[in-house]
């Protein structure tokens, strides 16, 4: 099938793909999270969380998902750097219970710019797929109301490290 869409391109890239071993290919079911589900959502149990796209998968329309997988991991060493350094002083070391909270902390710190991520993404994306005018007067409307300022997605600042 690859080999039939691979049609016209440079003899090297098809030999890369006729070569390639078949045993060692993986497909991974792609989720998309609608922003509900990022609001709703569970993105811890015990001591382990999600970020990056395993916690807010979007579509690529307003091209924020790498630049909020860094936010992510800013955000979560902020959180983790916080609440060790808060209590460091202990003797006895709750360690996981420590890590839960800084967990906790860092969802609750990204859940609302993510689910504003996720809305922008879809209203956009669904913009550029829709041929329907009424649609697309629709998603422009939402738009206008729901981000005033055009770029203010981009111009988030997560804070320092």
């Known amino acids: 099938m690859t080999l039939e869409t691979m049609k016209g391109f440079p003899k090297k890239m098809i030999d890369v793909v006729q070569n390639c071993d078949l045993s060692t290919l993986t497909f991974s079911h792609l989720c998309y999270r609608a922003p509900w589900d990022i609001l709703l959502g569970q993105f811890r149990k015990g001591t382990v969380t999600v970020a990056g796209d395993?916690?807010?998968?979007?579509?690529?329309?307003?091209?924020?998902?790498?630049?909020?997988?860094?936010?992510?991991?800013?955000?979560?060493?902020?959180?983790?750097?916080?609440?060790?350094?808060?209590?460091?002083?202990?003797?006895i070391f709750k360690g996981q219970k420590i890590i839960e909270e800084a967990m906790d902390e860092y969802v609750n710190a990204r859940r609302m710019r993510l689910v504003k991520l996720s809305t922008q993404s879809l209203l956009v994306g669904s913009l550029l797929d829709s041929s329907s005018l009424l649609v697309k007067l629709i998603i422009l409307v939402l738009l206008g109301a729901l981000f005033r300022e055009k770029f203010a997605h981009a111009r988030y600042n997560c804070g320092c490290l």
Request: hydrophobic share 40%; net charge positive.
């Open 54 to 91: 395993s916690m807010h998968v979007m579509t690529p329309s307003i091209c924020q998902g790498g630049s909020a997988g860094i936010e992510d991991a800013v955000v979560l060493a902020r959180c983790m750097a916080r609440k060790f350094h808060a209590n460091n002083d202990h003797k």
